[in-house]
């Protein structure tokens, strides 16, 4: 089984809806990222956690909210979904001792 | 956070050395120099990473230059499934704050 696992993988949903992907993980790593992709472009850091009390925004938050669980899971919902949010979206960990970040398989969203 | 300078794109011919360059001229004497990969669209998976010295692995080596404003990843022996987008990153140490630039497009060709 994937170490890091993204639900859904596809998700085409209309303007103004709010949308949940999680994302759970069974590397033990206290650390979660979420990252956005645009079409030929690289990863943009939406939020990230270091555990499950301590959550921080990173270069594009606006329009995100995330929700850390437990240890093992970290949800992103998009509150009122828009067009330009149509990306492909990736979650990481890493553990505490090393900034190595091990990816799930990525949800692509398609905001109409 | 440092920025990382790369290439768009490469082409390197199957069981050839592709070397891959990365200018980060502002970096800081605690950042590491990360490498990953993406294959299509799947999610960027690690390669390796170094803070001075050379380093090796399965995968690839990274050499970095000494006064560390440059580095290059080497796939020794370059097949077709080498083909990818490889990102280049310089990250403090612990502060989770990677920055992926627009990486460089690796094309192996027979």
């Known amino acids: 089984d994937a170490d890091v696992t993204q639900t859904p993988r596809n998700r085409i949903t209309k303007t103004g809806k709010r949308i949940m992907l999680e994302c759970s993980q069974t590397?033990?790593?206290?650390?979660m990222y979420w990252y956005r992709q645009d079409p030929g472009l690289g990863l943009q850091l939406i939020y990230y956690s270091f555990d499950v009390k301590d959550i921080n925004k990173g270069e594009i938050s606006d329009g995100y909210s995330v929700s850390r669980q437990a240890q093992a899971k970290f949800s992103l919902s998009l509150e009122s979904a828009i067009p330009n949010q149509t990306a492909l979206y990736f979650c990481?960990?890493?553990?505490?001792?090393?900034?190595?970040?091990?990816f799930g398989p990525g949800t692509r969203l398609t905001v109409l | 956070d440092a920025k990382t300078t790369q290439p768009t794109s490469m082409d390197c011919a199957e069981g050839r050395a592709a070397n891959l360059p990365c200018n980060h001229s502002t970096i800081s004497g605690n950042e590491y120099v990360y490498w990953y990969r993406q294959i299509h669209s799947q999610g960027p998976q690690y390669i390796i990473h170094?803070?001075?010295n050379n380093e090796t692995n399965e995968m690839a080596s990274l050499i970095i230059t000494e006064d560390r404003k440059s580095s290059t990843l080497i796939l020794p022996h370059a097949t077709l499934r080498d083909t990818a987008v490889y990102y280049c990153i310089v990250s403090p140490l612990h502060q989770g704050k990677s920055t992926f630039g627009d990486g460089t497009t690796l094309t192996v060709k027979p």
């Open positions: 170094g803070l001075k």
């Open positions: 590397k033990g790593h206290d650390r």
């Open positions: 990481a960990t890493s553990g505490e001792n090393t900034d190595t970040q091990y």
